[in-house]
Nanobody, 126 residues
Framework: QVQLVESGGGLVQAGGSLRLSCAAS????????MGWFRQAPGKDFEFVGG??????????SYADSVKGRFTIARDNARNTVFLQMNLLQPEDTATYYC?????????????????WGQGAQVTVSS
């Protein structure tokens, strides 16, 4: 079992920045692929980005809608993954979730991740 706790959400004006943190406990964090998803009101879950398992350097992948604005990093020593969000826009408003999996067939699909955090609300005002 892995427990995930997100923090760092809030309200920000368009063009601003926020950093979300996802702290993991329960198993060896470095053995897990980590994904970030979001869900806006009335919409389906949307893949935001993911970071691979790596002892030294991890590979990342992002949705086109956030590429160049969002950055994912992991700190295995602190069992934490971060989502740095810059140049936020009102359409980024959503509840953001981190997720973990030891092996992933398709890292962009929610079904690939058995472990989820409780979500962090991000609201971007225009």
């Amino acid at each position: 079992q892995v427990q995930l706790v997100e923090s760092g959400g809030g309200l920000v004006q368009a063009g601003g920045s926020l950093r979300l943190s996802c702290a993991a406990s329960g198993r060896t964090f470095s053995d897990y692929v980590m994904g970030w998803f979001r869900q806006a009101p009335g919409k389906d879950f949307e893949f935001v980005g993911g970071i691979s398992i790596s002892r030294n350097s991890a590979a990342t992948s992002y949705a086109d809608s956030v590429k160049g604005r969002f950055t994912i990093a992991r700190d295995n020593a602190r069992n934490t993954v971060f989502l740095q969000m810059n140049l936020l826009q009102p359409e980024d408003t959503a509840t953001y979730y981190c997720a973990a999996a030891q092996s992933v067939y398709n890292f962009k699909q929610t079904q690939s991740y058995p472990y989820w955090g409780q979500g962090a609300q991000v609201t971007v005002s225009s």
